[in-house]
């Protein structure tokens, strides 16, 4: 480089320095007209604000309690929304800086928060008879001191202003001091022309480091460090390669966590992440030299084993990672029980690319799933035929909600004191234009899984609703609930739409409820049913005793209705057991002030068994098996009658 080239860099740098120079002392001198403007209204204004708006929620308050003075729950809503605001803004803004050295301030604006914290089940039933004066007692006393607190932020706020402007001036040399500083320092660019070679390798270098990171992170799963999805596609690809080439054995395993999904919701996903990474080191310690795993997903992973021994090492493979899996975990101080579920795929003649033997391996562990938590399967190839007949079945499912091909069935429920029927429950049939009445065990978990549950459930829920309000007397319907309905924020929406639009009164409607939809007790899943009860819906527990069967789902929600599962009434004769399980249930339903219902009553000893064992009602083919509407007879047998058996 020659040296007019170097003089003339120069004297560019020298004139960017003095402009940039000239620009900065601008920005300061502005920056200091600014701040003086607007600083005195941050803070102190704040203050002020909140003071302003705490005594518009007292008048406002005080007002709402005088008849006439026009003002609604509304308005004092509004009010007390835009204190909270306020409060807010005090107390995670700026303004925590202008009280940290006044302990009383500081105590003041605590109590401003403990105020509005109270104040605001009080605003929220302002109707209720004393709220209003509730309300007032607690502001009153605080008036004075927030006054005080105003008017000590202004103080303090001129202070920090007058300050400000001092700290500015003493920058604005600072500044000009480095400006002259930076036209000097453009000298020593002179001096660093003769290095740019070495930096220039130096950033090769870095770049050649950045390149592999950036390939590491492409390649591999940034929360457990295995190996990603992209990666396991190759190396599923490489295996294949082997395979055909030279004839290593392989299997693809694919598995995915059990209840991990309730950890999640209840326990949040930072609880949920550091388990990942558990999980993720208990897999590497299952696996041999050779063998990758990799996380494909959420909590799906991904293995490819090399079966050279044959498919029994795959077998001992997944039974051991289903062992070490299902292992209590600890994390952050909390026991966590999770287990999976694992489909294998060995590698066959026919398979040509990797989608086609993760397909097999997804199909074995959608097997495996169905089976059971903590199984594994391999796969077979009726497997693609029923996954072709399921695929089939959801199109025509799509087609049946919106052709109208439902109908709703319903069994009789009797009350065994009364001796007459008090109830149905409506039952869901599906007849198909092809395959005639098609089991709702085929089909609902169908629907569950692609969306189609909400919909035809509020279908459910309005149809039984209009049948039932034609009954005679008080004869309730009972309506049978999925546990997806709870997590789709609907349900109650729908059911209140439903009663109000068929005119039922709400006691004459019962929700069953299974156990499942209980499992994670989420707080989403409470309030709804809290909010049913408050529609007069009536909630009973369905199935009871074959689930998990927490007494602390009974005390956590008032069932009005315990119904017994159908299995434990089938057993009655055959096993001792059943007798006492079925006795249990009856008194703790009678110790909790809650119905029992015996579902599954086919016989006469069955009826008079759960009768001595202190059931309110039963259920069953005993006293008819489920009808249409236009089928139903509303009075009870006599020879069916309960005193007459």
Known sequence: MSLRTLKVIFGAVTVCFLLASAYIAMLVTERQRVLGDITHYNPAWQASQAVSEFMRLERRLDAFNVPGRGVDKGEVDLRFEILLSRVKLLIEGRFQSIIQDDPDQQATLRRLAEVVELLQPLVAELEHPGSVQQALQLLEPLEPRLLQLASYAQIRGGERIAQDQRDLNRLYWIFSGLSLGLILLGLILIGLFSRHNQLLERAHRDLHALTGHLAHAASHDALTGLANRVLFHEQLEAHLTRWHQKGIRFAALCLDLDRFKSVNDTLGHEIGDALLKVVADRLRSCLRDGDTVARLGGDEFGILHEATGGLESCSVLAKHIVEQLSAPYSVDGREIVIGTSIGIAPVEADI???????????????????????????????????????????????????????????QPQVNLKLNQINGFEALLRWRHPTWGKVSPAEYISIAEDIGLISPLGEWVIRTACAEAVKWPRDIKVAVNLSPVQFRNGTLVQSVHHALESTGLPPRRLELEITETSLLDETEATMAALHELRRLGVQIAIDDFGTGYSSLSYLRSFPFDRIKVDRSFVRDLSSRRDAMTIVRSIASLGAGLGMSTVAEGIETKEQLLQVQAAGYTEVQGYYFGRPKPVHELVYSLDPALSPSSA
């Not at 497997?383 to 007949?389: I, K, N, P, Q, V």
């Open 352 to 410: 040509v690319s990797p989608d086609q033997m993760l397909k097999r391996a997804d199909l074995a562990l959608y097997e495996a799933k169905s089976q059971g938590r903590g199984m594994f399967c391999y796969f077979e190839r009726s497997m693609e035929a029923r996954l072709d007949a399921r695929r089939s079945l959801e199109i025509d499912l799509r087609k049946a909600v919106a052709t109208d091909e439902f109908e709703l069935f319903f």
